[in-house]
């Protein structure tokens, strides 16, 4: 591929995102990033906010643009990154989420049960480094943290990465919630390296607790919004009733696509079978799968499909105390009664669960804060901070979801 090859993509969020490397094209020329195209990033969030239809591919690009953003910053610091090291780091950035299936964290475990998407992304990274005469080896060291260089790979995955900048800026963007909106920019000026990890000057203390904050509020707000939630559980619920189907021989389930082998086959071992199978999913096959079961002869199946299509959606409750069993035993008892089911059905219909949101892990990586004379603190210690009294403690609600 000729070297001086260069192109510019159009981005709403960012302007112009340059590429202009050989292996950069090849990693987005590649039918398994092409994908990606395929896959929405917020899951069923356009339910609410119908804006929120942008994908994975959109995401990983703009995560790509501001690592380049970074890695520049940090050269002109005079943190030394190779063009081996640079290359190999933006294309692992762009090659994160690859290991995302179908609808991303909405149906991770139940349509590929334990089965991480980033051990996913990793064999897939695998399969595409054979074909590209291993030019992925540094990349994918980098992306599983054993390269001598733990700053690279905080870039990738760490409290203040580059996707979580992304997405926090494109979700906020594309759904129209204000909360999201982040300093990116402020915060890739402020980043330096101090003895190999990454740290962020103090004069970004501020931009830093508006970074954590975001992300909280856009958790509660937009991820787990009870319609987004309703819908995703609807999606869920979707698929364990199809496999439970399958498991009583009912006919008519078939799809003719890669889902087939997910609802049925699938033993739990991401081999080179099931990664051949998985490389050609995407929300399509769901979607068009869902259609087709709206008319299916299992009642239940059809009327969740049908209700999905139609956005009539659980009615959800989110609340900080669990539910009172004697009233989830009554709502279960009136889904009964209404629809004609079994007991041990029920739960298709009427289910409690909960979530937890923590903005800050300061248990398993930290935001460093490097002060001007050379002293560090995580940003918990720090006096005054916003973090230390609020954002490390997590949140745990609880909700209901009940078809009407």
């Avoid at 929300?283 to 199946?301: E, F, G, N, Q």
Wanted: hydrophobic share 40%; glycine share 4%; proline share 2%.
């Amino acid at each position: 591929m000729n070297e001086k090859k260069r192109k510019i993509i159009n981005d709403p969020v960012y302007g112009f995102i340059t590429i202009d490397h050989p292996l950069i094209f090849s990693i987005i020329e590649h039918p398994y990033y092409q994908r990606l195209r395929r896959i929405q990033q917020m899951a069923m969030a356009q339910m609410v906010y119908p804006g929120a239809v942008h994908t994975r591919l959109h995401h990983s690009l703009g995560a790509y643009h501001l690592m380049c953003n970074a890695v520049s910053e940090l050269k002109a610091k005079g943190i030394n990154i190779s063009k081996a090291e640079e290359i190999a780091v933006k294309a692992a950035i762009l090659l994160h989420d690859i290991g995302h299936g179908p609808f991303s964290h909405a149906l991770e475990w139940v349509l590929i049960p334990n089965v991480h998407h980033e051990q996913i992304s990793l064999q897939i990274m695998q399969a595409m480094n054979a074909e590209l005469n291993h030019e992925l080896d540094l990349a994918i060291e980098i992306f599983t943290d054993t390269y001598h260089k733990p700053f690279l790979h905080q870039l990738i995955s760490g409290q203040l990465d580059t996707d979580r900048m992304d997405y926090l800026s494109r979700d906020s963007f594309f759904s129209g919630v204000s909360e999201g909106v982040i300093g990116y920019d402020r915060i890739l000026k402020m980043l330096t390296v101090h003895e190999n990890q990454l740290v962020v000057e103090e004069k970004a203390i501020y931009s830093v607790e508006k970074f954590l904050v975001a992300r909280r509020q856009m958790y509660w707000q937009v991820y787990l919004h009870k319609t987004a939630l309703a819908a995703e559980k609807m999606l869920v619920k979707i698929i364990e009733r199809v496999k439970a189907c399958y498991q009583e021989g009912l006919g008519d389930l078939a799809t003719v696509s890669s889902l087939d082998y997910f609802l049925n086959d699938f033993n739990g071992d991401m081999n080179t079978t099931a990664l051949q199978q998985f490389v050609r999913l995407d929300d399509v096959d769901v979607m068009s799968a869902v259609k087709k079961w709206a008319t299916h002869k299992d009642p239940i199946l059809s009327l969740l499909c049908s209700r999905l299509l139609n956005r009539k959606l659980y009615k959800s409750r989110i609340q900080s105390e669990p539910f009172d069993p004697d009233f989830v035993a009554a709502k279960r008892n009136e889904v009964i009664q209404k629809f004609g089911i079994s007991e041990e059905d029920s739960h298709y219909f009427c289910f409690t669960g909960e979530a937890t949101n923590t903005a800050y892990h300061n248990k398993e990586e930290k935001i460093n804060i490097l002060f001007k004379d050379g002293s560090i603190k995580d940003i918990t210690e720090i006096s005054n901070a916003m973090i230390q009294q609020n954002l490390s403690s997590t949140v745990k609600k609880f909700y209901i979801c009940l078809l009407t």
